[in-house]
């Protein structure tokens, strides 16, 4: 059964940093792209990030561009955010995701989520 | 970027139901469109993809149709653990993008 658990949310000032983590489990991790998407509160879902499958390819959203870097450890089967120069629109549940295949695919397995809350 | 347009943002049904959920996409996107279903405190799941592909383990009671710019999830007879909230998304291309959601509840 696949599973994905994040972990590293909490409450951050603005301008400070977290950094989100994503374990993944019951599937071959090197095999498929990966992807953050978060959802603020009362607010859709938010693309945030897509890192393929060797890590060679890598995508932001432009509300993240610069201050977000994703990076993933296959031998750890294991997905990171690194998250810098925090605002408070950055509070949202974040998510991980599979792709289905290496990047453009739906996500076809979510994790639970975990929440970054950025308020003074 | 191509934005997706839900209608409606929210409704009331009873069990048994058909419902259907439509999203519009500002510009054609093949059947790059994707459905997902959130519950609260549960993970996000894929229902269907290519615009009408059940996803492995889906209910046979979801649906879904469409191609350029106009598609629709349906389902055929609301369940109790239907209730719940119903976004569209397109991977057609970058950045993909979502609905904003039609929750659905309890009438």
């Known amino acids: 059964e696949v599973q994905l658990v994040e972990s590293g949310g909490g409450l951050a000032q603005p301008g400070r940093s977290l950094r989100l983590s994503c374990a993944a489990s019951g599937f071959n991790f090197d095999d498929y792209a990966m992807h953050w998407v978060r959802q603020a509160p009362g607010k859709g879902l938010e693309w945030v990030s897509t890192?393929?499958?060797?890590?060679?390819?890598?995508g932001y959203a432009d509300s993240v561009e610069g201050r977000f870097t994703v990076s993933r450890d296959n031998a750890k089967n294991s997905l990171y955010m690194q998250m810098n120069s925090l605002r408070p629109e950055d509070t949202a549940f974040y998510y991980c995701?599979?792709?289905?295949?290496?990047?453009?695919?739906?996500?076809?397995?979510w994790g639970q989520g975990t929440l970054v809350t950025v308020s003074s | 970027d191509t934005q997706m347009t839900q209608s409606p943002s929210s409704l009331s049904a009873s069990v048994g139901d058909r419902v259907i959920i439509t999203c519009r996409a500002s510009q054609s996107i093949d059947t790059y469109v994707n459905w997902y279903q959130l519950r609260p405190g549960r993970a996000p799941k894929l229902l269907i993809y290519a615009a009408s592909t059940l996803q492995s383990g889906v209910p046979s009671r979801f649906s879904g149709t469409g191609s350029g710019t106009d598609f629709t999830l349906t389902i055929s007879s609301l369940q109790p653990e239907d209730f719940a909230t119903y976004c569209c998304q397109q991977s057609y291309s970058s950045p993909p993008t979502f609905g904003q959601g039609t929750k659905v509840d309890i009438k």
């Open positions: 890192i393929s499958r060797n890590g060679g390819n890598i």
């Open positions: 995701a599979k792709d289905l295949g290496d990047g453009d695919s739906p996500y076809d397995s």
